[in-house]
């Protein structure tokens, strides 16, 4: 059986042209995601702790902020994931609206009001659903939208 060499270029022309195309999309973490989710709800669960006394807590804030920071440089690690690498630093900036801000409010204060712990839960919640739903739209493209302030 003999193959043209002009065959074997074309094929060869193919194979590239399709990885040069799938270069530059983001990939699909679905350890990302579930990763997400979890820290999504071990958030909630702290944060509604908030009306306790901080120094009962300083070991579970630390414990999070660094599951967060690892979860943050795993984004990072990915090609073109731009997007959720800046939504994670947009979530734990401390002088920011989302959970960094609110761990630093919560140590500098000692305790949390209720309202102000409500609206922040929601707060934070939807800057999660911001990354999980910027890593699904890695499978079928739909708009995002953040829902929390930046």
């Not at 003999?2 to 799938?22: D, E, K, P």
């Not at 440089?73 to 994931?81: F, I, L, S």
């Not at 979530?91 to 949390?112: H, S």
Request: some cysteine; proline content about 3%.
């Amino acid at each position: 059986m003999s193959v043209s060499l002009g065959f074997l270029l074309a094929v060869a022309m193919v194979v590239s042209a399709c990885q040069t195309a799938t270069r530059g999309l983001p990939q699909y973490d679905p350890t990302a995601v579930q990763r997400t989710a979890e820290l999504k709800v071990e958030t909630r669960n702290l944060m509604e702790q908030s009306g306790q006394r901080y120094s009962r807590h300083a070991s579970d804030v630390e414990a999070l902020t660094l599951r967060i920071e690892q979860a943050s440089a795993a984004a990072a690690t990915m090609p073109d994931n731009q997007l959720i690498v800046q939504q994670w630093a947009v979530l734990k900036n401390p002088d920011g609206a989302l959970y960094g801000g609110f761990a630093k409010r919560w140590k500098e204060k000692g305790t949390v009001n209720k309202a102000f712990r409500e609206e922040m839960i929601g707060q934070v919640a939807a800057g999660y659903d911001y990354i999980l739903c910027l890593e699904r739209a890695k499978l079928q493209p739909v708009q995002c939208s953040t829902g929390a302030a930046q």
